[in-house]
């Protein structure tokens, strides 16, 4: 325990403390993301995993602008040539901050691959993200 005296005027004003001190680690990417190059109307799939503690939160851009997921996935359901770029992701927590990048390419077309019939997939609004998380608990 610590002990901390105050003095106001001529009385001493003592006051006992304890003082937990929680170790940290700066986050460190123990899987970074990828590149990625997928045909247009197909998922594409950005995902890293990251250890830390306190446990980072995740932070997402594409081409510099913030990206509403805090997750360490980021899907991209049914991609269009407008998802293409450039990808961070960054972890940051009390004792730091780390940040890693990856390259997506939506290509026009089929590239020579054989689509399936509309009727045999279920249809995905361009650009639309969901939020997938793989990493353990780190209690």
């Not at 001190?21 to 799939?45: H, Y």
């Not at 939160?57 to 049914?78: A, K, P, Q």
């Not at 407008?82 to 997506?104: F, Q």
Request: charged share 25%; proline share 7%.
């Amino acid at each position: 325990p610590y002990c901390c005296e105050g003095r106001k005027k001529s009385t001493l004003l003592p006051a006992d403390a304890r003082l937990t001190v929680q170790p940290s680690v700066q986050p460190l990417f123990t899987r970074k993301l990828e590149d990625v190059d997928i045909v247009e109307g197909r998922t594409a799939v950005l995902e890293c995993q990251v250890a830390g503690l306190p446990y980072p939160s995740i932070t997402w851009f594409h081409n510099g602008s913030r990206i509403d997921n805090n997750e360490c996935s980021l899907v991209v359901l049914g991609a269009a040539e407008p998802d293409s770029g450039v990808y961070t992701c960054t972890a940051k927590n009390l004792a730091g901050e780390v940040s890693c990048k990856a390259e997506l390419v939506v290509r026009a077309g089929t590239g020579g691959l054989l689509l399936p019939e509309a009727g045999d997939r279920e249809e995905q609004p361009a650009g639309l993200c969901r939020q997938v998380c793989p990493w353990e608990d780190q209690g």
